[in-house]
């Protein structure tokens, strides 16, 4: 299997993970979940949104959830939000539509993970390719990016 950037830096960082392969003409959260296996409540998808500050956000949900703007925008302590462009996602993060991890983006950003991420053992994530996830604890996904756990859906 194909190492991505996000499994380099897990592995430098001695963050433990599984990583999992797939077809990467797939693209619908919920039918990759079944591939790999997995309750679709455990495979997260992110979200990069800018505030009305300008300032830019990261939001990792459940691939069958939607992220609640209001909810969002509380968590970030802006007054509002909104998903960013999709191409403005590669130059600001490095990532492509349907590859991009909390991982290994360009800079950090503020970043927030679903709270119900905490109810689950392991949560999947993209490895930063479409066609890749790594599975691992959300408490290390969550202290690697520094994120803060917060209600977004």
Do not use: W
Request: proline residues 6%.
């Amino acid at each position: 299997m194909e190492r991505t950037n996000v499994m380099r830096i897990l592995t430098q960082q001695g963050v433990p993970f599984t990583p999992h392969d797939y077809d990467s003409s797939i693209t619908d959260g919920e039918t990759i979940a079944k591939l790999l296996g997995e309750d679709p409540a455990s495979v997260f998808k992110t979200l990069v949104t800018v505030g009305n500050n300008n300032e830019h956000f990261v939001f990792v949900i459940p691939v069958c959830a939607t992220l609640d703007l209001k909810k969002a925008a509380i968590a970030a302590g802006v007054k509002s939000i909104q998903m960013i462009k999709q191409k403005e996602l590669l130059p600001l993060t490095g990532y492509i539509h349907g590859g991009c991890s909390p991982v290994g983006m360009k800079k950090p950003f503020p970043t927030f993970i679903e709270e119900t991420a905490t109810l689950c053992e392991t949560i999947c994530c993209s490895a930063g390719k479409v066609g890749f996830q790594v599975q691992l604890a959300p408490d290390a996904l969550q202290q690697l990016v520094g994120a803060t756990y917060a209600d977004l859906i």
